[in-house]
């Protein structure tokens, strides 16, 4: 608890093994750091292998409780976009503007326009 994985620039990556519910959390003293000096917080979700990206600053529905004697933040994972979904769903957009320019490129073809 409370342990950055990776610092970089504007970036604080840290790792949790699992949700509770939609509801993730963070230590109080990572929470401030990122607030503090406007860095972003990508959380890695070991239980679904997944990166999930906030923006402490902009989070204005959060809770804070103690457990284990130490201060945590805890806030809704659909306050985050899915990094790993981010990637697939530009994968899924390109393949579908392969194809459909494909498709253009051989309607225009079938009516003449390039000869």
């Not at 990122?34 to 990206?53: D, N, P, Q, W």
């Not at 306050?79 to 769903?89: I, R, S, V, Y």
């Not at 459909?100 to 073809?109: A, G, P, R, V, Y």
Request: glycine share 10%; net charge positive.
């Amino acid at each position: 608890m409370g342990k950055i994985g990776y610092e970089f620039r504007n970036l604080i990556l840290v790792a949790k093994r699992s949700l509770n519910g939609d509801v993730v959390s963070v230590h109080r003293t990572i929470w401030d750091k990122a607030i503090g000096e406007r860095k972003v917080l990508v959380l890695y979700m070991a239980e679904g292998g997944h990166f999930y990206r906030f923006e402490p600053g902009k989070i204005k529905d959060f809770v804070e409780n103690e457990r284990g004697g130490q201060k945590m933040v805890n806030f809704s994972i659909w306050e985050g976009k899915n990094l790993m979904k981010l990637k697939a769903q530009k994968v899924k957009e390109d393949i579908v503007v392969d194809k459909n320019s494909d498709e253009f490129m051989k309607e225009l073809f079938r009516q003449g326009v390039f000869g």
